[in-house]
């Protein structure tokens, strides 16, 4: 089970942190997000041990994926944000870091951003 928070309203060039707590056996986990009127996006991914992390070009730079396994959580970072941003966020659970095979989804958190 997946579920997301963290998400919310903030001006352009602002930040905010997603989290997402899963329980059960461990994944390698990404977040995904889906913009009104566009299909799901990939936006990071990051392995079971997270030593390995992978970000897609809108999120290189401006975001960091990271997650602890005390306490099974996985964050995403998210600075200097930008309208664009604007979409459903959605934490995953699955078997790669590149957002290809993903079975287990949160209900998604909504990030808003204004200009």
């Known amino acids: 089970r997946l579920v997301e928070s963290g998400g919310g309203l903030v001006q352009s060039g602002g930040s905010l942190r997603l989290s997402c707590a899963r329980s059960?056996?461990?994944?390698?986990m990404g977040w995904f997000r889906r913009a009104p009127g566009k299909q799901r996006e990939f936006v990071a991914g990051i392995s079971w041990t997270g030593g390995m992390t992978y970000y897609t070009d809108s999120a290189k730079g401006r975001f960091i994926i990271s997650r602890d396994k005390a306490t099974n959580t996985l964050y995403l970072q998210m600075n200097n944000l930008k309208p664009e941003d604007t979409a459903v966020y959605y934490c995953a659970a699955g078997d790669d870091i590149w957002g290809r095979q993903y079975d287990y989804w949160g209900q998604g958190t909504q990030v808003t951003i204004s200009s």
């Open positions: 059960g056996r461990t994944y390698a």
